[in-house]
T-cell receptor, first 112, second 114 residues
Framework: DAGITQSPRHKVTETGTPVTLRCHQT?????MYWYRQDPGHGLRLIHY???????DKGEVSDGYSVSRSKTEDFLLTLESATSSQTSVYFC???????????FGSGTQLSVL | GESVGLHLPTLSVQEGDNSIINCAYS??????FIWYKQESGKGPQFIIDIRSNMDKRQGQRVTVLLNKTVKHLSLQIAATQPGDSAVYFC?????????????FGKGTHLIIQP
């Protein structure tokens, strides 16, 4: 998927535990995004980054934090996972000057 | 906020027929539109895009039509094949929305009947 690797692909965790999802790109694109996808809601933006150490909130950012210390890596952290955060998480990238997003393969997260 | 929506959640077509998937958008300031295909267990995959200064754009077996008057776009897939089975969703771009101006629809599930 367009030089984007998400890890892990699947994770099961318990309520209250911290979880970190990783997105790694080899495209050297400036913009990186984290979305969650849920039935009936489509893709909803959690956080995005417009450069190293430059991040901003999306529409569903509560309970999530992100970090981008290198161009190629964008981490999504759930400080204390809740069952409502059970979802499929997608990372996407976008090059400067381009409009379309390129998506990774997703991480299926289950919080029990 | 403004959103992109789809008319039908499921579309069933016969193999070999043409498929038409519709999408309505509400943001009149949107000037770029994109269609994605998502197969089960995979990430969304870019199909085709169109800018607001165009009414039609063709790709390989796919055509996107844009009607700005009624804020509607459609994706036409010619000679539908089993591999076309997927969820298709559109997105529109409002540049006033900052680094992320894309608004995604919820998707239409295209089912191919043999």
């Amino acid at each position: 998927d367009a030089g984007i690797t998400q890890s892990p692909r699947h994770k099961v965790t318990e309520t209250g535990t911290p979880v970190t999802l990783r997105c790694h790109q080899t495209e050297n694109h400036r913009y990186m995004y984290w979305y969650r996808q849920d039935p009936g809601h489509g893709l909803r933006l959690i956080h995005y980054s417009y450069g190293v150490k430059d991040t901003d909130k999306g529409e569903v950012s509560d309970g999530y934090s992100v970090s981008r210390s290198k161009t190629e890596d964008f981490l999504l952290t759930l400080e204390s996972a809740t069952s409502s955060q059970t979802s499929v998480y997608f990372c996407a990238i976008r090059d400067r000057g381009a409009e379309k997003l390129l998506f990774g393969s997703g991480t299926q997260l289950s919080v029990l | 906020g403004e959103s992109v929506g789809l008319h039908l959640p499921t579309l069933s077509v016969q193999e070999g027929d043409n498929s038409i998937i519709n999408c309505a958008y509400s943001n009149s300031a949107s000037d770029y539109f994109i269609w994605y295909k998502q197969e089960s267990g995979k990430g969304p995959q870019f199909i085709i895009d169109i800018r607001s200064n165009m009414d039609k754009r063709q790709g390989q077996r796919v055509t996107v039509l844009l009607n700005k008057t009624v804020k509607h776009l459609s994706l036409q897939i010619a000679a539908t094949q089993p591999g076309d089975s997927a969820v298709y969703f559109c997105a529109d771009l409002n540049r006033g929305g900052g680094a992320d101006g894309l608004t995604f629809g919820k998707g239409t599930h295209l089912i191919i009947q043999p």
